[in-house]
Each structure stands twice: as C-alpha cells, then as structure tokens.
C-alpha cells in the first residue's frame, strides 16, 4: 500500500541526529496489531457464547466483525492524515473498547431469560448500543484528525475552549437535581432518555487551554520564586490561577458530589502546572491543597453535614463496605466480591455472575470482568492502559512544540489518572467515585470524550514523528504540506 | 520540559503498580475470604446448579432436591419435615448449614476430593454431575418410635431426646431431639421468607433448633449411679459387697441430708451393692462416693466419656455434629480437698454433674458391649452420584472404661434393675433388657427430669442401647423414660437391629 516505510539506513549512520530516524510510518504495524485485537475480541465473544448457551450461535462474529470494521476504518483514515503516527495507540483501544462491547452483551445475555439468549438481537442492549456508540466515537475521532491537520491550531482557540470547559463542568452542578443527578453524584444532564456526562468532554477542552495558558505564563510561575526548606515557591500573587483551579474542583467536589471528577481536574492541572514549570513545588502546593480540601470536605461532611454529606459517607464506606453490606456498602461489597471470586484465573468469559454487581455495565465494568478474567486479565488490561498512557506521554516527549508536550502530556495523564480513580475506586483502593472506565463502560459520552482525547494523541505523535522539513516553515497552517523527500529515501504520502 | 514528563510517566507508573498491588490483595490474598463470604450469592448460584446428594436411610430420601424455574436451580426438599430434623440438619441459601447438610456439605455438593473423578469428566462432558449420596445408619423404625414414644408421654413432658445406638459398633440407631421442626420453609429460595421462619423458630417456646440429644446437659440424677458402681467394682467391691445405706444420709460437712426417693426404698443400714443399684439407693450411692473419693468416681466417668470436649458424631473419618462435653463438675473445697458434702450430691447425679443423652446412651453401650467403648457415627457409607460405595464406615473404639469382668456384672446389675427394680417398662419380651433409671432435680423446678439408660441383648450378645431425657416430667418421669427406651430399642429389633 502506501507509505512503505524507509529502510533504516540513511545518513542517520552518521550519529549526527539520531532522533531523526522517527520520521517512520509505521501504518503496517498498526494494521497487524489492529487484526491481531480483532482476533483477540472475536475469540472472547466465541467463549462467551460457548459457555453461556452451551453452543456457539452462527451470528457469533458478527458484533466482532462491525467493530473490526469500524476501527480498520480509522486506520485507513489514519493512513492518510496522520501517517506517522504512534502505531500501539490505535489496537490498544480498540481492543480495550471492542473487548468493552463484547462484555457488554455478554451482560446483556445474563440479563436475557436463559430461553432468549441464543436469539438476543445483535443491536439490542447495552452492546448494541455501545457498539453504535463505537462507530460514532470512530468517527468524531476520525473528524477530529481531518478538522484539526496541526494540534497548534487549537491553541488559536484556547481561551474559548477554556470557557467551553468550564461551562460543561459546571451545567450539570446548576441544573436542578432532576435534570442532573444519579447515584447521588450530579454530573449529568438528562433529557428524555439520553443522559450526557459533559465532564467528559470538559476534559479535552480544559487540558488545551491549561496548556496554552501556562504555554504563556511559564517564565513568570517558574522562574519567580522564593526559596524554603530547599525548595523554591512561588509568589504569592502567582498562585491566583492553581487556587482559582482548585476553588473550582471543590465546586465540583461539593455541588456535583463527585470525588473522582474533582480529583481529576485537579490533578491534571497540576501536572500539567509541573511540567511547564518543572517546579516541584507546585506538585508539593498542588497535593497539600487537594488533601487539605479533602480533609475539610470530610470533617464538613462530619459535622454539619449539607452538600459535604455525600463525600463522607463515601468515606465512611471506603473504610469498611462491610459494615453496611446490604445497603450503603452493597455496592462495594459486591464488587470485591466478585473480584474475589475471580481470583487468579477467573470464571472464563461468560462463567461468572457479573450483573450480582450493580451498575456492572458502568462504574463497575472493572469487577465484572475482573470475576471472569480473573487477575492475570485483569493485569492484562491495566497493561494495555499503561501502554496508551505512556505512548501518550511519549508523544509529548517526541513532539518539538511546547503547546504539544503539555497537551500530550497532560491528556495521557489526564486518563491514566481517570483508569486509577476508578480502578482504585471499584477495588477498595481510594474511596469509589462516579467515573466511567475510559472505553469500557457503557455509555457514548464517554467513550467519544475519550476517543476524542486518542484522535489528539494521534494527531500530536503525528507531528512528533513526521520527519523534520528542514526549516519549520509551515508554521501553524495546517499540516505541513507533503513530507518530502528526506534523505534521499523514497517516502510516498498520498495526499488527501 | 521533557524531564517532568517522564516523572509523570513514572508516577502513572506508581499509579498502576499501586492497582496491580491491590488487585493482587484483592484477587489474590483475600480471593478464599471473599469467595465464601457469606454476603456473596455467586457461589451459590454455581453451587445450586449441581444436584446434591441424597441423605438417605433404607433406601428413603431424608434430603432431596428438586428441579425449580429459578435462578437457583435446585431446591432442597425434607421429605419426612420434622422427624430428621436434627441429624439431618439444612442447607439455607443465607443461613448457616447444620447437621450432616454441614457435616458433609463438600461431598453432597459435590466438591470433596473424593468424587474428583467426576469433577474431571465434567470438564469434558460439560455435564454437571450430582454430589455425592449420604447413607445414614439410622432405623426408620426406631426412629418412629422414638418420636412417637417422646411426644406421646403421659408425663407432661414438652421438652426431650431419644438417641439409640449399636452397641458393637457405635453406629446410631434413632436419634430425636423434642421438640422438632419442619426444615423445608429455612431452605426457601425467598431468602427473606427462609429468615422469617428461622427467626420465628429462633423465637418459639422450648427452642425447637435446639439439639438436645447432643447439646443438652443436665443431671444425670440416678443413671450416674452406673459409674459409681463401676468405679467400686474395679476397687474391690462385689456386686455382694455390704455397703451403708440407711433412710437418710447426712455428709460429714453438710447439714442437708439426702433421703431415698421412698421410706420403702433401703432403710436398713447395710446392702448388697447389686440391691442398691436395683432400688436405686440414694443413701448408698452417697456413702459409697465419699468412700471411693472423688479421684475414682471422676476418672471413671472421664474413662466413659465425660470431659471430652472433642467428640463429634457422623463420619468416622472426619467431621460430624459437635457434642457437648458431659461434667462431672467441681467436687473439692476451697482447700483442694474433697467436699464430702459435694461428693455425696455428685454420686447420685446432682450436684455439678452434667451428661448429654448421647452420653448416657454411651454408658449404657460400654456395658452392653463388654466393656469396649466405641465411638458413635451417624454416616454408615458415602455413594457416588453413579451410587457406587466410595466409603463404608468401619466402627472405631475409643477405650475399655471398664474390663470385661465388669461390664458382666454391671449387665447382670443393670438386668436386674429392669427385671425386678425401677425400669420394669423396659422389659421386652424374649431378649435380655437391662438399664438405670434417673430422676434429676434442677433448680427450685418441682418437675424433674426423668432418665433412662438401658440396653438389649440376645443370647449375651448387644443388640441396641439407648439414652431417653424427658425434661420437667411430672411423677413417673424415669419410668415413662423407661418405657420408651423399651419401645424404641423393640423397634430396633423389628428392624432387624443390631447388624
């Protein structure tokens, strides 16, 4: 096909530049690990049917089989618009989300009367519609990829996207509870049937403009400072934006009842604060405050109760889930249950009795498969997000541009920490929060946000690795025309 | 800026090491904890979805299961309710197991090592085969009259137990605790009706769940007077031995004295032990306990059982239903001395001393069997799903509490009792009856509790040997004992008992 890569040879030989030698299309690579997930799904949603209705259905590889499509789909968009991108990011998710949908309609089937399971329409459920979720979340990624040909572009529209942010966050916690809440956290909003988490989205928003902010500013927070205990702080005055970021994660900690939420923002800001300054400091400020605020949430909580209660009893449950087990803690209780359960190995795919676990299709995706894949899959899992993590990250390191190191890395980070506080929640580790797990959970505002985050990474490993055009001449206008011929090698892009 | 990134990348790192630490904690460490918590319905449901076994005597079902629609596949049936109640025991779905349900809960559900044969097969069939079947050494029959003789008792007695055993070999014969209780509504698949019922009967008079004939201790009254009078034998005594008796005795110490249950029963100041155990001799057994010392009388009774703390009944090689230890109780003075005032009490069943049915019914074993104590089962053999024997049980001694001289004597003693003394009820027509009857005070109660040890044998050989507790029964209490214990050890018989 198109882009075959370079032969490694090169005058790279001479050890002059040896970082150029990324200018690599590796398209194939993707393609075959891009199947090999697809196999890998296939041969899930196989199992699952073979223990669940005893015989594997003839329709078996059909939800298999669509999502292969649309993700082979994605990567031919990829080809085109972003040849050199990172080539695991893509197959890491598709496997996670594909291996998501077949789960979901495994817990689909053990809802269905065992009559109906052999003929549970393929489009029906949470997997249908998850599966449907899927190929829109393909092709918001794939539309991101097209609209935005160059991650600076999006820095033109920090400030917009900066108040785009913050509206989503904070429409859920103005709008009636009605309209906003479930499970006692409001980070919602419900119209008719549809339900939108528009945090999600928030997140993608906030880290750009964080980025492009502190893109501007970072002279001034780095550089003056005074120094204590060995470490240098910043002005006061200088604190204006981390106390206002961190005002507004209590906001959300105290009006939309959701740790997790909170801990997020705040955690990406920070982080992303840490890089651009590279200050400890910050790191030091940013987790004394967060602990600070969460200490007081909880004594408030303890005390005078009102909007502070919710975070409490989470506490409070956090601690021990079986003091209540059949009522406040059940949840919990029945979610490191099922872990248990599981043990090591696991029930195998459809063996186990994930739906015992409330809203197992959602917050608790992770102990429902945890029952069936046991621990060993479980760890695969936590591998496969430590992969795009850190793929994501390394898209910050490659990339030449401020504004791109801090967007990657704030949005790699931004999701590894999203996986640890719902992870950690569903296992007993922190206190249990409401957050989705990124593309397993059922649900399409967060499987698109996240997507959407991927599409980012993509574009941002893109220019990482798109080889150097001598001067950097196309300099915040689109992608920069044609890679050209580099060294001599023979390096054909289609242009779309 | 790209240092802080790796740092980033490395606390993702801790991160994820920290979850991958606390799956490991969850999924591995606590796995066994949380997999058989009692708040987890998972295994359950997997549990459920195999047939279990058959508790079974003489080819009946006591357990069985049936097929339902519901997302447990199996329901558990009881089909005699009350009558096996307490050896059989339940399986809830919530609730605690008891009896062999729990006793030999892996090889009815199948999981014991012992049928790992056809876990394996499984694994390819991809069939779920049954558990295990429980064959009991119970007598239907005798367990009909166990229950009809303690619930029909003209005595006023709300409260008993019945336990018969084979003397040869250990193996339990009838075994009935009164009141009783229907299992079927405990092992509901309506978790909250099972709760329900089991509340009501936690609540309900005379405590129904109760297990008397192994968790009841009270005293033994007069049936304690068979270790008393081992204990003589075996220190020189004859059953023509002399001993004091008289109307009265008072002990050194104490100013209560102790009388006979009648003026008529051995007034005058000297008699043969045989006599005093066929009359029942208060003022002889008294006397004769502060002559022999506490030591003796205590060693002896630990020598039948008392004590142990151990004991379970059910399988032989391994678990069972727990029993309660039986007491001799404290016999001393503050100075470490005997209290010979504690020591009279103590030699005719009161005082501290505390037996179990099942215990008495040891006794009464020990003396019909030569003297060879065995240790008693319920569990006669374990079948596979395909009822091909897994196991059979071969009976157990414990010890020889008395040699075999003794027991001779003690049988002629105890015969004696039966023929011409206070366990007349006993008899059964054609075979050798022997026994001892009890009546125990406890507390200020007017109503005591009345006893009756005793054994059958046909031509010198042990047929069956039972124990009958007939708690706060009105006058006559230890011979109504009597007449059941007859009953059922007749049954016995009839069932062609004592193989």
Same mark, same amino acid.
């Given at each position: ?496 | ?226 270790? $008393?009078?081992? &204990? +003589? %034998? ?5 059953? *023509?031995? /002399?001993?004091?008796?008289? !109307?009265?005795?008072? @002990? ?85 001395? $005997?209290?010979? &005032? +504690? %020591? ?5 069943? *009161?005082? /501290?001393?505390?037996?179990? !049915?099942?215990?008495? @019914? ?85 109503? $005591? ?51």
């Amino acid at each position: 096909m198109t882009a075959r890569t370079t032969p490694a040879a090169s005058p790279a030989v001479t050890g002059e530049m040896p970082r150029i030698r990324m200018s690599k299309s590796r398209r194939n690579a993707e393609l075959g690990l891009l199947l090999f997930a697809m196999a890998l799904i296939t041969a899930y949603a196989a199992t699952v049917e073979a223990t669940m209705l005893d015989s594997v259905t003839p329709d078996f590889w059909i939800p298999a089989a669509l999502v292969s499509l649309v993700f082979l789909g994605l990567h031919i968009v990829i080809r085109f618009l972003a040849p050199y991108a990172d080539p695991a990011l893509v197959p890491a998710v598709a496997l996670i989300n594909g291996l998501g949908v077949a789960f979901l309609r495994r817990i689909d089937l053990g809802r269905a009367d065992a009559a109906d399971r052999a003929n549970f329409p393929i489009f029906a459920g949470d997997g249908g519609r998850q599966l449907a979720w899927t190929l829109l979340a393909a092709i918001m990624a794939a539309g991101l990829l097209i609209i935005v040909r160059d991650h600076r572009i999006v820095s033109r529209y920090a400030y917009t996207l900066g108040l785009v942010g913050i509206v989503l966050v904070m429409i859920p916690a103005v709008l009636p509870s009605r309209y906003s809440e479930i499970n006692g956290a409001k980070l919602w909003i419900l119209i008719g049937g549809f339900s939108i988490q528009p945090g999600e989205f928030a997140k993608l928003a906030l880290v750009s403009f964080f980025a492009y902010y502190l893109v501007r500013k970072r002279e001034v927070l780095s550089l003056a400072s005074r120094r204590f205990l060995g470490i240098d702080f910043p002005r006061g005055r200088d604190l204006g934006p981390v106390v206002a970021v961190w005002l507004l994660s209590l906001l959300v900690l105290v009006f939309e009842k959701d740790l997790g939420t909170a801990l997020l923002y705040f955690g990406m800001f920070v982080v992303i604060l840490y890089v651009a300054t590279e200050r400890v400091s910050w790191l030091i400020i940013g987790l004394l405050l967060f602990f600070g605020g969460a200490t007081l949430a909880y004594s408030l909580g303890a005390s005078i109760g009102g909007p502070f209660a919710n975070f409490y009893d989470r506490v409070q449950i956090w601690q021990d889930p079986f003091a209540d087990p059949y009522n406040a803690g059940y949840q919990p209780v029945q979610s490191l249950l099922g872990l248990g359960t599981g043990g090591l190995f696991g029930a195998g795919p459809g063996g186990g009795q994930p739906t015992k676990v409330p809203d197992v299709e959602d917050d608790f995706i992770f102990a429902g498969l945890g029952e069936e894949i046991g621990l060993f899959g479980l760890s695969a899992f936590l591998v496969m997000y430590l992969l795009i993590v850190e793929r994501g990250l390394r898209a910050g390191l490659a990339v030449r541009d401020s504004f791109g190191k801090l967007l990657a890395g704030g949005l790699a980070f931004t999701l590894g920490l999203q996986v640890f506080v719902i992870v950690g929640g569903v296992s007993g580790l922190i206190p249990l929060t409401g957050q989705t797990t990124p593309f397993l959970s059922a649900g399409g505002s967060s499987l698109m946000a996240n997507w959407l985050i991927i599409a980012m990474l993509l574009r941002i490993s893109d220019a990482a690795g798109r080889p150097v055009t001598g001067s950097a001449s196309a300099q915040g206008d689109g992608p920069a025309g044609p890679p050209v011929k580099l060294h001599g090698a023979p390096t054909e892009v289609i242009r779309s | 800026m790209n240092g802080p990134l790796r740092r980033a990348g490395v606390v993702v790192m801790i991160l994820f090491g920290l979850l991958f630490a606390n799956l490991n904690w969850v999924q591995g460490y606590k796995a066994d904890e949380y997999r058989n918590s009692d708040f987890n319905g998972r295994v359950q449901v997997a549990e459920y979805e195999r047939a279990r076994g058959v508790i079974e005597v003489g080819g009946k079902a006591l357990a069985d299961g049936k097929v339902t629609t519901g997302e447990l596949k199996y329901l558990r049936t009881y089909p005699f309710k009350s009558e096996f109640a307490h050896v059989v025991g339940y399986k809830p779905v919530n609730l605690a197991a008891t009896g062999i349900e729990k006793a030999e809960n892996e090889f009815l559900a199948g999981t014991s090592d012992r049928l790992f044969g056809d876990r394996f097969r499984d694994m390819f069939t991809g069939e779920e085969t049954a558990g295990g079947n429980v064959v009991l050494t119970l007598s239907l029959r005798a367990q009909d009259a166990a229950v009809k003789g303690l619930a029909n008792n003209d005595v006023g007695s709300t409260r008993g137990a019945a336990v018969a055993i084979n003397p040869k070999t250990g193996a339990v014969q009838a075994f009935v605790s009164m009141p009783s209780f229907d299992p079927n509504p405990l092992v509901s698949h309506d978790t909250n009706a099972a709760e329900a019922a089991f509340n009501q009967l936690e609540k309900a008079k005379d405590s129904p769940l109760k297990n008397r004939v192994l968790g009841e201790v009270l005293p033994p009254g007069s049936t304690f007077k068979v270790i $008393d009078t081992a &204990a +003589a %034998l075996e220190n020189g005594l004859t059953p *023509q031995t /002399n001993i004091p008796a008289g !109307p009265s005795y008072t @002990a050194p110490t104490s100013g209560t004295p102790i009388r006979n249950a009648a003026s008529s029963v051995c007034p005058e100041s000297q008699v043969t032990l045989a006599e005093a155990l066929r009359e029942s001799c208060n003022t002889g057994f008294a006397q004769l306990a502060v002559r022999l010392g506490a030591t003796k009388i205590k060693d002896k009774a630990r020598a039948f059982g008392f004590e142990d703390e151990s004991l379970t009944v059910g399988n032989l090689d391994g678990s069972g239903l727990p029993v309660a230890a039986s007491r001799t109780g404290t016999i001393q003075n503050p100075d470490g001395g $005997d209290d010979p &005032a +504690a %020591l009279a009490q103590s030699g005719i069943g *009161q005082n /501290n001393v505390r037996m179990t !049915p099942l215990q008495g @019914a040891m006794i009464a074993a020990t003396v019909a069997n030569g003297g060879e104590r065995m240790r008693p089962y319920l569990v006669q053999q374990l079948l596979g799903p395909d009822r091909r024997t897994i196991s059979t049980t071969s009976p157990k001694k414990i010890n020889n509490p008395v040699s075999a001289t003794v027991a001779a004597q003690l049988q002629d003693m105890m015969v004696n009792v039966v023929e011409g003394g206070t366990g007349r009820n006993a008899r059964i027509n054609g075979y050798t009856v022997g026994g001892k009857t009890g009546t125990a005070q406890d507390g200020g109660d007017p109503n $005591d509790h009345g006893w009756f040890i005793g054994f059958v044998l046909k031509d010198g050989e042990p047929i069956s040997a039972v124990c009958v507790l007939l708690e706060r029964a009105t006058a006559g209490g230890s011979a109504e004992a009597a007449k059941i214990g007859g009953d059922i050890m007749e049954a016995v018989i009839a069932d062609g008992g004592g193989n």
